[in-house]
């Protein structure tokens, strides 16, 4: 049986992260927030973990390295085989978010791609991160508080100009079969996502935005979204998918997309 919250098979997980962050940020910890596949219903087998967490203020170096250090022990590598999944942490001061300017500044995040540079002693600095739009879009929109008050009280709605900007960022990444090859899959899902958002001003599930998606793509590009929906819905880290046909699908793609976002906005508050 499953909590109203998240999955319990995750609960033990997220206790413990919890634990972690609690003992570094005591004095000045705000809120922890789980949002993502976690709360969406579209936890999957390769689905990470999303906390994002608010501080009173700016984290000392130190601090932030032994959290991102620590966080280590509490989080696992994507598919290790046991009940842990790997974490993706973000904090944010609310002096850089409340009130919203865009880019925001973010602390800090962890996440398994991390985990070597961090063993290393490397320890990316405080960064603008366009993505924190969308971040806290998100999870506005459906997160649980498991420490501090709820997501939409706490932060500022992000304004649609913002919110598009940064999916008009984030689309921007992919140009050459350089910046997909090894992660199509994921990439194609990630059109379908930004394409979800740029019509609606919500975000959804990957399943769900790439159903939605392919009731709006020809004959042509179907299978590519289809096939990559189906390996994520089936658990597969990498789908056979043809890499003539992605390039085609995000030739299709980006520039529909990019019309989307061009235009006129008829979106209020996309949370």
């Avoid at 413990?16 to 940020?25: D, N, Q």
């Avoid at 927030?33 to 087998?45: E, I, N, P, Q």
């Avoid at 590598?77 to 974490?87: F, K, M, Q, T």
Wanted: overall charge negative; charged content about 25%; hydrophobic content about 45%.
């Amino acid at each position: 049986m499953e909590s109203p919250l998240f999955p319990m098979d995750i609960a033990g997980q997220v206790d413990l992260a919890r634990a972690v962050i609690e003992r570094h940020l005591a004095d000045t910890l705000v809120a922890i927030h789980l949002y993502g596949s976690a709360r969406d219903g579209g936890l999957k087998r390769y689905s990470d973990i999303d906390l994002l967490v608010a501080v009173r203020a700016r984290l000392p170096e130190p601090l932030r390295r032994d959290l991102m250090r620590d966080l280590l022990a509490v989080s696992v590598p994507v598919d290790s085989g046991g009940p842990w999944r790997a974490l993706e942490v973000t904090v944010v001061a609310l002096e850089d978010v409340a009130p919203w300017r865009h880019p925001a500044r973010r602390e800090l995040q962890f996440g398994e791609w991390l985990r070597q540079d961090l063993l290393a002693g490397v320890v990316e600095p405080p960064v603008l991160d366009h993505d924190l739009a969308i971040l806290l879009t998100k999870a506005r929109q459906h997160s649980v508080a498991l420490v501090g008050p709820p997501a939409a009280s706490l932060f500022d709605a992000v304004p649609p100009r913002d919110f598009r900007t940064a999916l008009a960022d984030t689309l921007a990444q992919w140009n050459t079969e350089e910046d997909w090859e090894g992660d199509e899959r994921n990439i194609i899902l990630a059109l379908a996502r930004i394409w979800y958002s740029a019509a609606t001003g919500r975000i959804a599930p990957k399943d769900v935005a790439a159903a939605w998606t392919l009731e709006r793509l020809p004959d042509e590009h179907r299978p590519t979204l289809a096939a990559a929906r189906a390996a994520y819905l089936n658990g597969e880290q990498d789908g056979p998918i043809d890499g003539d046909r992605v390039a085609a699908f995000i030739r299709y793609a980006r520039p529909a997309i990019e019309n989307i976002l061009a235009g006129p906005s008829a979106l209020c508050d996309p949370a």
